[in-house]
Structures are given as structure tokens and as C-alpha cells.
């Protein structure tokens, strides 16, 4: 029962993340600076959540968010 409730939980944590890494692809795509930067922030602190609830590793996590740091700094 436990088991099935923590996973239940990790479940929408990470739907959560892929959502706003999604979110953050999408403005970047478009080269919406404003969009990208506000959903970034979003993006990271999701990243850094998951890592925090064992989710993701965190060299996984930091790869992620080195890729996403490098699409936002070329939209300008």
C-alpha cells in the first residue's frame, strides 16, 4: 500500500518536470525570450525537486539543466 502511494506520488512528480521541461522547449523553440525565461525558472525548480525526492539523479538532473541553459542562452 505504501509502495503503491509513493509511486503513485513519483508518478506526478515527474509528469510535472517533463511538463514544464516541456513548456520551457516550446518558448525556446519559438524564441520567445520572456516565455523562456519565466518557464526556465519553472523548469529548474521542477529538475531540482525531483532530485530532492530521489527521482532523478542528480548528474541527470545537472546534464538537464545544462542543456536547458544553453538553449535559453541562444535565444539572445
Known amino acids: 500500500l505504501l509502495a503503491e502511494a ?3 506520488q513519483n508518478r506526478v512528480q515527474k509528469s510535472a518536470m ?3 521541461i516541456k ?5 525556446a523553440a ?9 518557464s526556465y525558472k ?3 525548480k521542477k529538475v531540482d525537486q ?6 532523478l539523479h542528480k548528474n541527470t538532473a545537472a546534464h ?3 542543456a ?5 542562452n541562444k535565444i539572445g
Open 42 to 44: 519553472v523548469a529548474v
Open 6 to 8: 509513493r509511486n503513485a
Open 50 to 55: 525531483a532530485v530532492a525526492k530521489g527521482i
Open 23 to 27: 513548456k520551457f522547449e516550446a518558448a
Open 68 to 72: 536547458m541553459t544553453l538553449k535559453l
Open 64 to 66: 538537464r539543466k545544462s
Open 30 to 38: 519559438e524564441g520567445n525570450r520572456t516565455e523562456a525565461d519565466c
Open 18 to 20: 517533463k511538463t514544464a
